[in-house]
């Protein structure tokens, strides 16, 4: 049973362009959502989180949106540079443990 | 401060031989979680610590595995015997209690083992 899912494995976009990462999770017990960066050779560094009582949260270039009634968050990047080519998790917070999604691919093309 | 430290960063064994990795978290952080990452199944918990003391270990997947936190400065994940199927990369990573962050943890660079 994945609580926690990222069902697009791989996401390609045009440098300047919006990325648009999704997550969709089961669980509504959970009360924060994070998203994190990971390099190849190196560990899952943090990006942006988010409470379960928002439904935005922005950070310069990042943005999270979610949606609990549709049990989904999103992860928007822009402008996308070639530097944020790399494997995004989602992660759902609860009962002190995250659970993450498989990861999503993304690749910045000039 | 460095970070969440790992070693070795990368092991390479034969089956039946024991393994051992260790981490060194973040001075502070009162909670300290080992992850396993495959292919087949991503990222997934194996237990975690807090306050030195192992709180959750349902992610263990078999009695081959045991972990360690004999202080707050040194945790230790030990596979007896390996097998070829427990090839993959550990994480380290910790945290500060609740209500201190925002529930993010932070992880080390990983140790790749893999088990001929």
């Known amino acids: 049973d994945q609580q926690v899912k990222q069902n697009s494995p791989s996401l390609s976009v045009q440098e300047g362009r919006i990325s648009i990462l999704n997550c969709d999770y089961t669980n509504s017990m959970f009360d924060y959502f994070l998203w994190y960066k990971k390099y190849p050779a190196e560990g899952p560094t943090f990006l942006i989180s988010?409470?379960?009582?928002?439904d935005k949260n922005e950070d310069g270039r990042f943005t999270v949106f979610l949606n609990k009634s549709a049990k989904h968050l999103s992860l928007h990047i822009v402008p996308s540079q070639p530097g944020d080519s790399a494997v995004y998790f989602c992660?759902?917070?609860?009962?002190?443990?995250?659970?993450f999604g498989q990861g999503t691919r993304l690749t910045i093309n000039p | 401060d460095a970070g969440v430290i790992q070693s070795p960063r990368h092991e390479v064994t034969e089956m039946g031989q024991e393994v051992t990795l260790r981490c060194k978290p973040i001075?502070?952080?009162?909670?300290l979680f080992w992850y396993r990452q495959t292919m087949m199944r991503g990222l997934e918990l194996l237990i975690y610590?807090?306050?030195?003391?192992?709180?959750?270990d349902s992610g263990m997947p078999e009695d081959r595995f045991s972990a360690k936190m004999p202080n707050a400065s040194f945790s230790t994940l030990k596979i007896q015997p390996s097998e070829p199927r427990d090839s993959a990369v550990y994480f380290c990573?910790?945290?500060?209690?609740?209500?201190?962050?925002?529930?993010?943890?932070?992880f080390g660079p990983g140790t790749r083992l893999t088990v001929t």
């Open positions: 001075s502070g952080h009162d909670y």
């Open positions: 610590f807090n306050n030195n003391v192992p709180i959750d």
């Open positions: 992660a759902a917070r609860g009962a002190q443990k995250l659970v």
């Open positions: 990573a910790s945290s500060l209690p609740p209500g201190q962050g925002n529930y993010e943890q932070y």
């Open positions: 988010i409470s379960s009582i928002k």
